[in-house]
């Protein structure tokens, strides 16, 4: 589809308007009073689980275009993470600018005090490092180290989980707490990790293609007239 000069396939008009609709929707909801009796932290939480979300959905392009051969989402996958930081981004601004007034004395203290903050504090550094260096210029000064700086995603996602779950007062390991979401997410993240090693994405993509080749012989079957050339 043509937009403004310039060609999108549908999967990025998916992308941009999955990113910007629950935005507008955050914003709408502002204007129209519409927000929880604590606006801040309802804008906070839903900025974070949209962050969490695209996080997972980049660190899914990977797995999904090698198991599944959906090679778009590699060229996507760029944009899917700058999201994730964008998102991350908005979540964070909202604790520095309208909880604590930008005072970086009383922020300090608290990402010092307060362990769920640690772990967030720390996977938004790697996804700052990330989006910085997510350009062209720094794949190729970077070289090799490009494709070795950017699996710190691998350390992050887990690390996202972590917070999400202490945030939400839950204990991942002793399942307790408030930790539903979180718990979804942290298997989710586990598959996809286990999804990059190599013995278990050979086994995955040798069940797609005999599922995929069974079909394919299933509907030439359903076709019995149907001429053979060549
Ligand atoms: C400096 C970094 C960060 C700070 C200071 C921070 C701060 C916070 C705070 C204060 C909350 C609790 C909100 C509340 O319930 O009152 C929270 C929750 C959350 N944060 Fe962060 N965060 C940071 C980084 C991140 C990052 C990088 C992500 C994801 C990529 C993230 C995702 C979440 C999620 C999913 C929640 C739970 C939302 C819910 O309760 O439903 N945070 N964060």
Request: proline share 3%; glycine share 6%.
């Amino acid at each position: 589809m043509k937009i403004l000069g310039r060609t999108f396939t549908r999967l990025e008009i998916v992308i941009h308007l999955g990113a910007w609709i629950p935005l507008l929707l955050i914003v709408f909801n502002f204007f129209s009073g519409s927000l929880t009796v604590n606006p801040i932290q309802d804008i906070e939480q839903r900025t974070g689980r949209l962050a969490i979300l695209w996080l997972v959905l980049s660190l899914a392009c990977t797995p999904l275009a090698s198991i599944f051969g959906w090679k778009e989402l590699i060229k996507r996958r760029r944009t899917i993470g700058l999201y994730a930081f964008m998102m991350a981004f908005l979540h964070v601004s909202m604790f520095v600018f309208l909880d604590f007034g930008f005072n970086w004395t009383l922020i300090i203290q608290e990402v010092i005090e307060k362990n769920f903050i640690l772990f967030g504090a720390i996977s938004f550094f790697g996804l700052t490092l990330l989006a910085a260096t997510s350009f062209k210029y720094w794949q190729k000064t970077l070289k090799k180290n490009w494709k070795r700086l950017h699996r710190i995603v691998y350390v992050i996602a887990p690390l996202v989980v972590i917070h999400y779950a202490l945030a939400k007062k839950g204990n991942l390991l002793t399942l307790q707490g408030d930790i539903l979401r979180p718990l979804i997410y942290a298997v989710v993240v586990t598959f996809l990790l286990l999804m990059r090693v190599k013995p278990v994405k050979l086994w995955l993509k040798s069940i797609w293609d005999r599922l995929t080749s069974g079909v394919t012989s299933l509907a030439a079957r359903l076709r019995p007239g149907e001429e053979t050339t060549g």
